[in-house]
């Protein structure tokens, strides 16, 4: 079993930036990959940002490609999403999420997911 705990959300107004952060702790060795999703009340889980826990390789929606970053900390066992020239449509609950198999942009094949933080931007 997995554990995250996200943090870092808040308000803030367009432009400015947030870092948010997952911290892992569990069964550590069984992840192989994890991802950032983002929900608004009422929509779909949406994908943000995805990176190979031991490669460092990534993959990021079209929407937050140039202005998120996804990494991660092995040696801290955290993972960050730098989000930098926010938005007003940014503003959503963010979750982190871990699985087993290797990097994936759907929610459904995550089995591992945080409480979420929010964030909000305002205009």
């Known amino acids: 079993q997995v554990q995250l705990v996200e943090s870092g959300g808040g308000l803030v107004q367009a432009g400015d930036s947030l870092r948010l952060s997952c911290a892992v702790s569990?069964?550590?060795?069984?992840?192989?990959?994890m991802a950032w999703f983002r929900q608004v009340l009422g929509k779909e889980r949406e994908f943000v940002a995805v990176i190979s826990w031991t490669g460092g390789s990534t993959d990021s929606a079209d929407s937050v490609k140039g202005r998120f970053t996804i990494s991660r900390d092995n040696a801290k066992n955290t993972l960050y999403l730098q989000m930098n020239s926010l938005k007003p449509e940014d503003t959503a609950v963010y979750y982190c999420?871990?699985?087993?198999?290797?990097?994936?942009?759907?929610?459904?094949?995550?089995?591992?997911w945080g409480q979420g933080t929010q964030v909000n931007v305002s205009s």
């Open positions: 999420a871990a699985r087993v198999g290797g990097m994936s942009r759907s929610p459904d094949t995550y089995n591992n």
């Open positions: 569990g069964r550590t060795l069984s992840i192989n990959a």
